[in-house]
């Protein structure tokens, strides 16, 4: 049976590989997910971390990371956003995205990024991926619902909408496991 490959792209701010493994549930997912056999989870210090440049974070995750068409890319707040500029440009297994949004929400270091700038390639996205999964909660501190929601209009995902999780930003979050169980082969 084929190793199946999870890369995990982190939000904005993780400047150290303990934070990154210490930082909301990444490190508790990356644990959880390499018990599973046949599956391969990759979650790695990315460069440039406070702003999280598109213009450096896919070529690394690209040259990196090496997501491919049999790679699944689990991302959160600005990794969401990578996740789904990295699928409007290359194939790959699916994405699950957690927390993401479509504009910079008036922030000058998410305006800084990159990916708010050019319009969204949302056929792109769904000709490129197998699968994308959406994972949000209405009480998100720093993503308005109506973002998310913009986000599930145009790529008619698998959607798990939740009122009571923030910005997911708890030490393990049993639901992104699960959501990410569901799509494993």
Request: hydrophobic letters at 40%.
């Amino acid at each position: 049976m084929d190793v199946q490959r999870i890369v995990i792209i982190p939000g904005n701010g993780c400047t150290s590989t303990s934070s990154l493994f210490d930082a909301n549930w990444y490190g508790w997912l990356h644990s959880e997910l390499n018990k599973i056999d046949n599956v391969e989870c990759i979650l790695k210090l990315m460069p440039d971390p406070v702003v999280a440049r598109e213009s450096i974070w896919l070529p690394y995750m690209h040259d990196e990371l090496l997501c491919d068409e049999n790679t699944i890319i689990l991302g959160h707040s600005s990794g969401a956003e990578a996740a789904m500029r990295y699928a409007e440009k290359y194939q790959v297994k699916g994405i699950i995205v957690v927390s993401p949004c479509v504009t910079d929400l008036g922030m000058a270091n998410e305006a800084a990024s990159g990916y708010y700038n050019h319009p969204w390639l949302w056929d792109q996205m769904k000709s490129n991926t197998k699968f994308i999964t959406v994972i949000g909660s209405s009480d998100d501190p720093f993503i308005p619902w109506a973002e998310m929601q913009q986000v599930i209009d145009n790529l008619q995902p698998e959607c798990h909408q939740f009122d009571d999780k923030g910005h997911f930003q708890h030490s393990q979050v049993p639901e992104i496991l699960e959501a990410v169980k569901t799509r494993l082969s």
